[in-house]
């Protein structure tokens, strides 16, 4: 009703102090949690980005099975079929296969764990950013070069150098243990402690014959897609294409299920933040409200004496309430916006000391914001659903009030 | 015509635990067009007496008929827009809202009843020139003095032409020539329109020019006028 | 006397002061959750890390953990054993042997950190005897292997299984040893127990061709707090050969996060407390405009200004601190079923596992934090109350009383 909002309006101005105040606060709650999220999701984007553009991909394709347990033995081919699917997918920008067994690196008395990838390098660098990442030396070109890139901190844990001669034992696929001497030619450096340490690239047809991986078979296909929004979409229409009982589509968050988790770990803690602000932005709400209604009890029990229906003022109590908040929402949303806008284009970057931990974890030194609009829709409702059940208790009050009561109220 | 008519009406309430009878049966017939004051010393009733008139109380025994209609029979909600449509009230103070100036005051009940724009503005300009308080149009209370307030409280009373308007102690806050003043206003309207009124006060002013006179004592009612 | 007014100022309007009170008490509380939830994680790393592997001290000869070569062993040990039995603070030790090795099962082969130890000494130094979860610890005899579960369930192996250990010795061949599974343990950290396993010692060192050598004293003393004092006296007792590391040597992640986790501690108290002043701000201004005409009467007899704004200040102090020391009491309380039983974060059990939390979280409150919110909070509730009490002495007395 238009006398609601008419005296709804001017009530909220009629402590203007208070309103400030009240109103300062809501633009804190909105703000503060919408760029306190757009840098969390922002990073997480960030790093999600980077970790399946590096090497694993935005989807995979292996047996089933595979995933818990990666056995040499479960591998697959790749046949024509499955290959047209994926190429008729114009959502799919392009895709490669690959071997994996782990093995033993061995150079004169020194040897180390390896994690052995057969890659194309064709289709890898199409597919994947892995051998951007080449720091010196370079890429095997030949199919069956024995010619290897290793991680940079194994060269070194190895103390070989490019161009050095080594010896790779691994358990091949009808259990021999085969061993083959290898060429350094490059290195890598990724930034991922799990490469760096311990990867060994070579040609994929030479890993399968280092592995008796006969009749072109392989235990993943790496997918790159032209974006991570579409990667559920993808994902099922492969599920439905492919029609080998035996073979599974995995995404980033399947294969890589601990950055998924250590995602949602700090989405948690950081929504726990952003509750817990906003609820006691809610008792800051709830005291000024509360105090409004009670200063003005006598008018209210005179109001009513008149005949003013009882809802009616509890009504007016909520979109008093509505006003201020919705006021203070909408600066909270431009503020946070702002902030996110600028962090988004000017990402932050640690130093050194700190980039050491993240890398750790496997995350990217950088925090980037978001400028998703749904944070700013989702933080929006938040700050208000909190303001309508602040006033709650107030309303109540009125509710309750008797026009007796209120005009003899001190 | 009857207005009011109250049958044996006790009001019992508890002051700190300790019940008082405030009223011990009233029994009244007020007309229409009347113009009557219910007087006695503090803390006799008559404020009681006039809440439950206005249909702001329950009694704790008896029954009022408004024009017939029993006021027990009615739901809070009932009651309320009865009060909307019937009744028009000044108290001592608070009567206006704040926020609102004196033409919205005024209209305040009209809004409420859904009236349209073109015949509240009407009805309350001409009341506003009636009471000669049209300067205080587009005035907000803070900017009024208790005088012009309570003379717009007048106005609001009476801008929807109720049946009944009850006056509860409206010259307690005023000085006597202010009083005087805004007690000759309704009884203008009530000469004028035939609207019934019916005061409570212990003010001299106000008993003075009473037409009935009922004077409450331990809760009894004593009719000057009979 | 100002002491008295303040207090029964607060009385004054119940509700309102105590949804303040209220509001100081959530604030409180939540500084403590998000603290016990962090701190609470890190220690569990630390203690997970100590506790299974790293123990408080290791010994080995110079350069050792830069370059975990097998020829890279203990020299002349027994002296530096002599030295480990003498000192006083230190309570267990234990030998061991470590390198880098191939696992192979029929099924599958992998890499793995080979672990010789002194299965009698070694349980008092490290947790795996109690984190067997099928089978039995070793026992000392010859040919026995204790793999992590994981390990077990990449290599598709069970108890009474056969494995093949592969490392290179000491004289740059390829030793190997087959083993037989006695054993599978499981560790809150899943990385762990993918790369960790145990033979006897002896069985290392012939596998390596070492003889008697070993590559690793690790030692756990009284109090972990002390590692590095003592770290520094083995220093300066052995000489140059050996290199002798403190846990926060050997973990300068952890460390380096835990100092990092102090100082986001900050950001997010100081946070909380900006959303509580508002609150407060707004409360204590009603309280001041509700009392004008008394301050103004106040001032009128005579009440210096000075004294009404240290009055306001009081107010606000009071209930501030009142709902700090209640708050801090009630968060203490609601710590001590957490921190005894645990968070049992199963939902993502999958990513703590790997980050060696495991999946229960036992919360842990740290001392910085207490201390920080006996300060803070107290600190804005006078913070919040200053422009209040400001606007309180800014009164006329006469202006005050005719205030309505």
């Given at each position: ?410 | ?54 249909a702001l109380d329950k009694p704790t025994e008896g029954r009022i008929f408004f024009k017939g209609e029993d006021f027990s029979l009615k739901t809070k909600k009932e009651l309320s827009d009865f009060r909307l449509r019937n009744l028009g009230f000044v108290f001592q103070a608070y009567n206006l809202i704040p926020v609102l100036s004196a033409t919205e005051n005024i209209e305040f009940s009209l809004m409420l009843l859904g009236i349209p724009e073109k ?108 | ?404």
């Amino acid at each position: 009703m238009n006398l609601l909002f008419k005296l709804a309006w001017r009530n909220i101005w009629r402590n203007k102090r208070r309103s400030y105040i009240t109103l300062a606060a809501i633009i804190f709650a909105t703000f503060a949690t919408i760029a306190m999220r757009g840098i969390q999701l922002g990073t997480y984007g960030v790093n999600i980005k980077n970790a399946v553009e590096m090497f694993t991909g935005y989807l995979q394709i292996q047996r089933i099975g595979y995933q818990e347990n990666p056995s040499l033995n479960l591998a697959f081919s790749l046949e024509d079929s499955l290959q047209n699917i994926l190429e008729t997918n114009d959502k799919i920008i392009s895709f490669t296969p690959r071997v994996y067994a782990a093995g033993l690196i061995s150079y004169k008395d020194n040897s180390y764990g390896s994690a052995i990838f057969g890659i194309d390098p064709s289709k890898e660098k199409k597919t994947s950013k892995i051998m951007d990442k080449l720091k010196n030396g370079y890429f095997f070109t030949s199919d069956t070069s024995l010619e290897i890139v290793i991680g940079e901190k194994l060269l070194n844990n190895l103390k070989v150098n490019i161009g050095e001669t080594v010896v790779i034992l691994a358990q091949a696929f009808d259990g021999s243990l085969g061993n083959l001497k290898f060429k350094i030619t490059g290195t890598v450096k990724t930034g991922s402690p799990e490469l760096d340490n311990m990867a060994v690239f070579m040609s994929i047809r030479t890993s399968q014959e280092l592995l008796a991986l006969y009749g072109n078979r392989i235990h993943s296909i790496a997918i790159k897609l032209n974006s991570l929004e579409n990667m559920g979409e993808v994902q099922d229409s492969l599920k439905s294409n492919i029609k080998s009982k035996n073979l599974a589509v995995l995404n980033w968050e399947e294969v890589m299920p601990d950055l998924k988790q250590s995602i949602d770990l700090d989405n948690i803690s950081g929504l726990l933040m952003l509750i817990i602000l906003i609820i006691i932005v809610a008792f800051g709400i709830l005291n000024t409200v509360l105090m409004s209604v009670t200063e003005r009890f006598n008018e209210f029990g005179v109001t009513l004496s008149i005949g003013m229906p009882q809802i009616k003022l509890v009504l007016l109590v909520l979109i008093e309430t509505v006003f201020i908040a919705i006021i203070g929402i909408i600066i909270g949303d431009i503020l946070g916006y702002a902030i996110n806008n600028y962090f988004y284009f000017n990402p932050i970057e640690f130093g050194s000391e700190f980039a050491y931990i993240y890398e750790e974890y496997g995350f990217l030194p950088v925090m980037q914001s978001s400028i998703n609009p749904y944070i700013i829709v989702n933080n929006t409702i938040l700050v208000l659903t909190i303001s309508v059940i602040a006033c709650l208790y107030p309303m109540y009050k009125v509710y309750r009030l008797e026009p007796l009561k209120g005009i003899r109220h001190t | 015509m009857e207005i009011i008519k109250t049958e044996n009406l006790k009001k019992t309430y508890k002051d700190n635990g300790v019940p008082v009878n405030a009223l011990r049966g009233i029994n009244l017939i007020i007309n229409k067009g009347e113009h009557v004051v219910i007087a006695g010393p503090s803390g006799s009733g008559k404020t009681t007496l006039l809440n439950l008139l206005g249909a702001l109380d329950k009694p704790t025994e008896g029954r009022i008929f408004f024009k017939g209609e029993d006021f027990s029979l009615k739901t809070k909600k009932e009651l309320s827009d009865f009060r909307l449509r019937n009744l028009g009230f000044v108290f001592q103070a608070y009567n206006l809202i704040p926020v609102l100036s004196a033409t919205e005051n005024i209209e305040f009940s009209l809004m409420l009843l859904g009236i349209p724009e073109k015949e509240r503005r009407a009805k309350s300009l001409k009341l506003l020139e009636e009471l000669e308080i049209a300067d205080l149009a587009y005035k907000r209370p803070g900017e009024m003095s208790g005088g012009q307030q309570q003379r717009v409280a007048v106005a609001r009373a009476i801008v929807n032409n109720p049946k009944l308007v009850l006056a509860d102690e409206p010259t307690a806050n005023l000085d006597s020539k202010t009083g005087a003043l805004l007690l000759d206003l309704m009884d203008k309207m009530n000469v004028e329109k035939n609207i019934t009124f019916i005061f409570s006060s212990h003010d001299q002013l106000v008993i003075e020019r009473a037409k009935r006179l009922l004077l409450l004592k331990d809760g009894l009612i004593n009719d000057q006028n009979n | 006397m100002l002491f008295k007014l303040a207090w029964r100022n607060i009385w004054r309007n119940k509700r309102r002061s105590f949804i303040v009170f209220i509001s100081v008490i959530v604030g409180v509380n939540a500084m403590l959750f998000m603290d016990g939830m962090s701190n609470g994680m890190l220690s569990q790393i630390l203690f997970n890390e100590i506790s299974l592997n790293v123990s408080h001290i290791q010994i080995h000869k110079n350069g050792f953990t830069d370059n975990k070569m097998v020829q890279n062993y203990i020299p002349d040990y027994e002296n530096v054993e002599k030295i480990i039995i003498t000192n006083k603070s230190i309570r267990y030790y234990s030998k061991r042997i470590v390198t880098f090795g191939l696992l192979s099962s029929a099924a599958n082969s992998t890499g793995i950190y080979l672990n010789g130890i002194e299965p009698e000494k070694k349980q008092n130094v490290s947790r795996i005897k109690s984190s067997i979860i099928e089978g039995k610890y070793l026992s000392g005899n010859s040919g026995e292997i204790v793999i992590g579960k994981k390990l077990a369930e990449k290599l598709q192996v069970e108890l009474g299984d056969k494995v093949v250990a592969l490392a290179n010795t000491s004289d740059g061949s390829i030793g190997s040893d087959v083993f037989r599974i006695v054993g599978i343990y499981k560790s809150p950290s899943s990385e762990f127990d993918k790369s960790y396993v145990y033979i006897p010692i002896t069985n290392a060192q012939t596998m390596l061709n070492l003889q008697n050598k070993i590559h690793e004293f690790a030692i756990i003393t009284n109090n972990y707090n002390s590692a590095n004092i003592i770290r520094d006296k083995l220093r300066e007792t052995l000489s140059g050969s050996y290199e002798v590391l403190s846990y926060e040597d050997l973990l300068p992640f952890v460390i380096i996060q835990l100092d990092m986790y102090k100082e986001s501690l900050f950001v997010i108290n100081l946070i909380i407390s900006l959303a509580l002043i508002f609150g407060i701000i707004n409360s204590m201004l009603m309280s001041v405009f509700e009392r004008i005409r008394e301050i103004g009467v106040l001032m009128s007899i005579g009440m210096r200004n000075g004294k009404i704004f240290l009055m306001i200040l009081i107010e606000a102090f009071t209930i501030g601190t009142a709902g700090t020391i209640i708050g801090v009491i009630s968060g203490y309380l609601i710590n001590i079923p957490f921190s005894t039983f645990g968070i049992n974060l199963s939902v993502f059990a999958q990513s703590l596992e790997s980050f060696a939390v495991g999946a229960i979280l036992y919360p842990k409150l740290s001392v910085e934090n207490f201390v920080m919110i006996l300060l803070m909070i107290p600190l804005i509730s006078i913070l919040g109350a200053l422009y209040p009490a400001y606007k309180a002495i800014k009164l006329e007395p006469v202006y005050a009383i005719r205030y309505i």
